[in-house]
C-alpha cells in the first residue's frame, strides 16, 4: 500500500514561488503515472498537472501553463509542482495522486489509486 505526503504548501504572495513535494513510501514511485490535483472552496478537485512513469511526458491545465513545473525524481521517490508567477486564484489544497493506470494519460480523479493527505497553498494579492 502507498502512502503520499505532500509538503511546501504555505501563504506566499502574488508574484511569488512556492515548489511543493510528494514523497512515496510503500511501494515504488515509478510505476506509477503521477499528477497534482488542486481544490478551492466549493469548486470540483482539478488535476493541474501529471507526469508519465520516465517523466518525458507532462501536461498541464491552461491555467498554469507557463507557471507551473511538474518533476519527478524516481531515485527518491519523490514528485514536484513548482510554481511560479502566483496568483490569488492558485489558491487552494494541493494533492499528489498516483495512477496505475497504462496505455493512457490519466486525467480523472477516479483513475488515481492513491491519495496524499493535501497541502494548503494560499496566494495573498
Known amino acids: 500500500q502507498m502512502q503520499l505526503v505532500e509538503s511546501g504548501g504555505g501563504l506566499v504572495q502574488a508574484g511569488g514561488s512556492v515548489r511543493l513535494s510528494c514523497a512515496a513510501s510503500?511501494?515504488?514511485?515509478?510505476?506509477?503515472?503521477m499528477g497534482w490535483f488542486r481544490q478551492s472552496p466549493g469548486k470540483d478537485r482539478e488535476l493541474v498537472a501529471s507526469?508519465?512513469?520516465?517523466?518525458?511526458?507532462?501536461g498541464y491545465v491552461d491555467a498554469v501553463k507557463g507557471r507551473f513545473t511538474i518533476s519527478r525524481d524516481n531515485a527518491k521517490n519523490t514528485v514536484y509542482l513548482q510554481m511560479n508567477s502566483l496568483k490569488p486564484e492558485d489558491t487552494a489544497v494541493y494533492y499528489c495522486?498516483?495512477?496505475?493506470?497504462?496505455?493512457?494519460?490519466?486525467?480523472?480523479?477516479?483513475?488515481?489509486?492513491?491519495w496524499g493527505q493535501g497541502t494548503q497553498v494560499t496566494v495573498s494579492s
Open positions: 495522486a498516483a495512477s496505475s493506470v497504462i496505455n493512457l494519460t490519466p486525467r480523472r480523479n477516479e483513475q488515481y489509486n492513491y
Open positions: 510503500g511501494s515504488t514511485l515509478r510505476y506509477y503515472h
Open positions: 507526469i508519465s512513469r520516465s517523466g518525458g511526458n507532462t
